[in-house]
DNA sequence: TTGTATGCGTTATCAG
DNA sequence: CTGATAACGCATACAA
């Protein structure tokens, strides 16, 4: 219960016996331009005191500030942060064990329509940022003005300035089309958002169709439904699939979300999963196993992702932006084997 | 593209022919101390310069820093944030948007096992913090050290230093019961976590009982499954109710997690729901609304709990402590009807 | 190798 | 009402 007062270097100097800069030196590693001797009263000096620099004070004098923006999308009323979205608040979760990791904090923020994030960037002058999601160009703009390091995450944004951490949609999009061909299935319909040209979405649909020809398989546009990336949309297309594609024996969704619609519309309509329909989702969020049957999914691993833009950004800041090698990270992908795939008897 | 500079006080006050006292003075809205006229050459001065103001100076000169730190509990292995979990994730979409709001904002972390948040907010200079979890003691006195304003969710450290923002655990047990009494069911389940003393189950628990007292019935301490807030768990409980207690046709399950799982199991021991048993969970995570069949259950608006949380921290740290009232503030509940829930026919 | 002095952008004090 | 000026805590160029 002591009151607490600040401890400043000047305290821990002389403490020390030594100048402030000498203390400045031993803290940020500066050896060689002290004596070992310095250094060591230095350290003890700190330690009996306990001393804890002021970030505000060292981001004033022009270094490092240790803050990293982090910055996710916000619901449609642009009121709340998307966090509620388990694909962000994975990512956030790695990315925030990787910083903190590396002493560094994270200011996690949404920014309001038409904002840009400019101001925040000065205003506590931030080493770096890491942004989710889609903005205008102005946004982008901005963010190149302020110099420092940025990591975009699902943004296809096509800029050397700007670092990417990605996942490899397509071979993703390979694996779930052809665990279900594996498994005997050859009428596998795709179900997914629209597929927008260089979208996540698109690669993989990509990935759906090679592992089709890959297995002597024809392509049917007739199997392809394209909507939304949503639950409900899940259902709608499974109605669909029951109502009028009874050669349909198994469903690629590209998103979990939209795989838990298709089957609870797949049951609603009578049809049982994985008896009548197999079902491989994309995400492998946590629903997926919680689901009734567990969900067959792609993992994504999307802590892994977060950790990987973060890592990124680090490297970046400390190192440079020249140490970065030109091409985007890329995460990961593997599967998730649950209980929503069958293998099809021969008939 | 323009290279973009720092833009400091002194640039504005010399643009705007005053000194950088004025200028400070009008961006403080400290009115009254600067004449109209020389207020609004300021601000004509700070619009044309696009005066962005360093928040690293501010704190340093000793005001507020605007920066309110936010904690929440990890996973198992203190590796990463338990942010998956919709519970802290809600929470903290609330927190960010009253914080952003009132132009502050909030370095999310989790803190190292062994570890205090004494270094940080030290560090940061932070305004306030928002603790959700539960700590060992010290962790608690490092932050009383600190002197600011400190909000706890979640947490039952009984500790008037401390301000906290609940909700009303036995007026929500209270309303799923009579939920499921005013559908004419009178053997009702319990099946929940521990019910810890003084813990949030326990009041829910104590709502049950309320409830079931009232509409004059009788508590039958076998209709209670207590154990763990898991899926698991809930899956057994069911299985346990099916097998061995035909006369119970309706479940409250403490946790929407539980619930799930009570569903999943009740539907393999070949029980529908609504139709044979009625279920009513809580929380309201989103999974709610997506299970089969949607799941009925108590909205506990934890965004809203979030935000109630934000406003505290921020009423104590502009108005001071003594601005508050004592009580805890309690945010509301309400029943999220879906399909899991059916009258019983009279037999 | 060590210490002194200055500046970083703001706020606040205290004479004008 | 206004304007110099001294902190705030730290890093660093420069001098010793």
Redesign the interface.
Known sequence: ????K?ITIRDVSERAGVSTAAVSYVLNGREGKVSQETASKVRRAVEELNY??????R??AGTR?K?IGVVIPQTEDQ???L??N?FY??L???I??RL?QSGY??????V?KGEGY???S????LDGAIIMGIYQESFY?DL????VPIVLIDSYVNDSYFQTVSIDDEAGGYMATKLLIDNGHTNIALVTGLIRKDGVVEKRFLGYKRALKEAGLFYNPDHVFEHSVS?EYGQEAAAAIAAGHPEITAVFATSDLVA??V??GL?DAGKRVPEDVSVVGFDDI??AR???PPLTTVRQNI?ARGAMAADRLLKAIEEGEASLADDPSVARLELAIRQTVQRLAPS
Do not use: W
């Open positions: 219960m002591t009151p607490l600040r804890i620099p002021d970030f505000s004070a981001s004033l500030s803050l009121k709340q942060l966090l509620q388990p608040s994975e956030v979760c790695g925030e064990a903190r904090h994270m200011i996690l923020s949404g309001d400019l101001d925040t000065m205003q506590r002058n703009d190149k003005r302020v110099k639950y838990m619609g089957l609870r049951s946590p629903v919680m689901c009734n802590v």
